[in-house]
């Protein structure tokens, strides 16, 4: 039964209202228009030929609800644990990239997400600090990333999450594919991408303050997307709740603290 509810539930709308519009008008043909007088001598047949679009346009609703959205819907299930993972990984490496920043700048960020002056001002920090990322890649001779191939790397990973998302592009909605779209082709990627060809020691990041605003933001979009459509699979409330109230009034100064005390974040 639930399958079923839900199959005639995530159909398209514009065929939901189609369909109960229908509904309505063969119901009010049947018993009220053709009880009533003729207006004129092909009135009866007219109502006759109504009825029958009427009753095709619900039959195939019906049809479409059983044979088509029962079987989408379970492979939207089937999917859901991979999207979930993509969606985390994508949001998890912009808090990486920060993470390391704070690491080595001593900066203290009072508001999450950040406003545009704390993202100057850290990404400003990085120019004047001459030490590297605490990250070593490699095996078996490590060695030290740098600014540069930290953002690289985080850049990568991101793209790669995406391009493993669009495999499913046809279970997904426009709004998704949108902002998955806009995240791919964003300024911030664009100008990461540029930067190689001044080698991987470049730390002029404050260049990127505006775009990775606006890179940000995207990432706020996305998680709220995921948790609206029911895309991400969070088990534990409080991890929920959290990342509901990041995305939507965020945390100020003393709800940050707060959270440190108490080793949240």
């Known amino acids: 039964m639930k399958t079923l509810f839900l199959a005639f539930r995530n159909c398209p709308t514009f065929l ?11 119901l009010c043909n049947v018993f009220w228009w053709m009880n009533l007088d003729s207006i004129f001598e092909a009135a009866p047949k ?34 859901k644990s991979i999207v979930s993972k993509s969606i985390e990984e994508i949001y998890s490496q912009n808090e990486r990239l920060f993470n390391e920043y704070f690491k080595v700048s001593n ?23 001459q030490s590297p990322p605490q990250l070593v890649y490699g095996y078996p001779n490590p060695i030290n990333w740098t600014w540069c191939q930290l953002a690289q790397s985080s850049r990568q990973i991101v793209k790669s999450e995406i ?3 669009l495999r499913f592009s ?20 664009e100008m990461i991408d540029q930067t190689s060809i001044f080698g991987n020691n470049f730390k002029q990041f ?13 990432n706020i979009e996305l998680i ?17 709740s959290m990342l509901e109230k ?3 009034t965020g945390f100020n100064e003393a709800e940050l603290n707060e959270m440190k005390r108490n080793n949240k974040v």
Do not use: C
């Open 170 to 189: 046809s279970l997904l909605d426009t709004e998704f594919l949108g902002l998955l779209n806009k995240m791919e082709r964003s300024s911030y990627f």
């Open 206 to 218: 404050s260049l990127f303050a505006d775009s990775y605003l606006k890179h940000q933001n995207l």
């Open 46 to 79: 007219i109502g006759e030929i109504s009825n029958i679009i009427f009753s095709s346009i619900i039959t195939g609703y019906i049809f479409y609800a059983i044979v088509n959205q029962i079987k989408e819907n379970k492979d939207r299930e089937n999917i």
């Open 246 to 248: 990041m995305v939507t």
């Open 163 to 165: 391009n493993d998302i």
């Open 224 to 240: 709220k997307y995921g948790l609206r459509e029911n895309w991400l699979i969070i088990s534990d409330k409080q991890i929920k």
């Open 16 to 26: 939901t209202l189609t369909s109960l519009a229908s509904v309505i008008l063969f």
């Open 107 to 129: 900066y203290i960020h009072k508001k999450a997400p950040l406003e545009l002056e704390e993202i100057k001002t850290i990404l400003k920090d990085i120019e004047t600090i």
